[in-house]
């Protein structure tokens, strides 16, 4: 593999960067096709990449049936010529409903992908955590113990398929879902074996995180860079409490509101080389973002893994 064109690129931009392997959500870059916005992250400089299957669908007007060695061939030539990898295939499907239909479909959907990932080279697929409600709706009813008991038995059953594939489930809890705290998040991870993405926090940052890597951090295989801010509205959709205000999400180092550097020091000593996918950046801010997790990389002057 290192005598390839696309090996050599990418052990240098690990080399480079040195902590982290930088990538992007597809679906933060400008409008394209899949194909463009590959090509897009690669011009841009990022290693990998996050893909989301539903935006995999809508580009290619398919459904999980569409996902055939063909396409998988063809997003490979396009990766390999972009110099850039999938880090996560995103899946985000409700595991914790409590209407067994839709449950059976989207264990459905988890397995077409945990497959489609195979046919891309192995990557992994991510998940977020649900919520314990058909309409996936935000309501108090996602901190029960019978929350967390319905997402568990949801994603022990999808891992299963995981195992029986040779595939790999990440899961991203999220202060919004079912898994929002680092010992909730502890607790899955000692009944089903599961891997993660690092998790969004936002109250008491920090210490979150702190908590967060120390009870978990053995499990993490990928990150997610982003910052945030709170802003005087509760009127438009997004993450609200209650208090009249809510939390936009921004890419790492746009608002300053959440340091993110600690977290790429703990993987320039547990895991160098991990893939960092910016999250919530915009077009405009993409490459901000990058430089942004270069410099952090580069002060955490962390030695490096070969692909």
């Not at 999220?174 to 690092?198: A, F, K, Y």
């Amino acid at each position: 593999m290192a005598d390839t064109p696309r090996a050599s690129t990418l052990i240098r931009d690990v080399n480079n960067v040195g902590a982290i392997t930088p990538g992007v959500r597809l679906h933060d870059l400008p409008q394209g096709t899949v194909e463009e916005r590959i090509r897009m992250a690669g011009e841009l400089g990022f290693s990998c990449i996050q893909l989301p299957s539903k935006v995999l669908y809508a580009s290619m007007g398919i459904d999980r049936g569409g996902l055939t060695h063909e396409l998988a061939d063809h997003l490979r030539a396009v990766l390999d010529e972009a110099g850039v990898s999938v880090a996560v295939l995103g899946c985000y499907k409700n595991l914790a409903t409590p209407d067994r239909q839709q449950l059976m479909d989207n264990i459905a959907e988890y397995e077409a992908c945990l497959n489609f990932a195979q046919m891309l080279g192995g990557c992994p697929v991510g998940t977020e955590t649900g919520r314990p409600n058909a309409q996936n709706r935000v309501a108090d009813d996602r901190m029960t113990d019978g929350a967390l008991e319905a997402f568990t038995d949801g994603l022990a059953r999808v891992c299963d398929r995981a195992e029986a594939v040779g595939g790999q489930i990440l899961i991203e809890p999220g202060w919004n879902e079912t898994v929002n705290t680092p010992d909730r998040c502890r607790e899955v991870l000692e009944r089903v074996s599961v891997s993660l993405l690092h998790p969004s926090v936002v109250d008491e940052a920090q210490e979150i995180t702190a908590r967060m890597l120390y009870l978990c951090g053995s499990k993490i295989r990928a990150l997610h860079a982003k910052d945030f801010e709170v802003v005087d509205n509760e009127d438009e959709a997004g993450w609200c409490d209650g208090t009249g205000s809510r939390l936009v999400c921004h890419g790492v180092g746009e608002t300053g509101r959440y340091d993110f550097e600690p977290v790429v020091a703990w993987a320039a000593a547990a895991c160098p080389g991990i893939p960092c996918v910016v999250e919530n950046s915009v077009p405009s801010t993409a490459a901000d973002c990058l430089a942004t997790l270069e410099h952090m990389a580069a002060r955490c002057g962390a030695p490096h893994c070969e692909l």
